[in-house]
């Protein structure tokens, strides 16, 4: 991501160019007993977003497990949400006389498990009788 912005700070032009990269890695493994294990993860660079410089190099993986029951009618997911804690934002704002510094100290990091279970997960669906046939010919 790049733009090409360039404004006045403290009665000087700034360049706001500063080009952003995000790297992403996503993978599925299949598992015995029928159980899928996926791991993410994502890496920012440090980069501006209008007057906003992106001012650390936020990162996070997450991992999910899941086993399908009964055809897979009723699932179980557990999934854990940036393991590391380091997915903060911190950023600076500029402007011409003020510059706004925002600390991000949330944890992102979560844990959660789902329960799921799905009706009517038949393949076949109602195709009706054509009841409406005469109907539509009338016209």
């Known amino acids: 991501m790049k733009q090409w912005l360039t404004l006045p700070v403290d009665g000087k ?3 706001m160019n500063t080009p952003g990269f995000m790297f992403q890695w996503q993978n599925a493994v299949y598992l015995p007993f ?8 994502q890496l920012m660079t440090r980069s501006w977003d209008n007057n906003m410089k992106l001012s650390n190099t936020p990162w996070y993986v ?3 497990i899941y086993k399908g029951f009964f055809n ?4 179980v997911t557990l999934e854990a949400k940036d393991l590391f804690s380091t997915s903060q934002h911190d950023a600076m704002m500029y402007n011409d006389v003020v510059k706004i510094v925002q600390k991000n ?3 992102g990091r979560s844990v959660m498990l789902t329960l799921q279970y799905r009706f009517n997960t038949t393949r ?13 010919s009338r016209f």
């Open 13 to 15: 032009p700034m360049k």
């Open 124 to 136: 076949d669906r109602y195709r009706g009788t054509g009841a409406g046939n005469s109907e539509k």
């Open 72 to 75: 897979n009618a009723f699932s």
């Open 34 to 41: 029928d159980i899928w294990l996926n791991v993410d993860a």
């Open 105 to 107: 100290y949330s944890p």
């Open 62 to 64: 997450n991992a999910k």
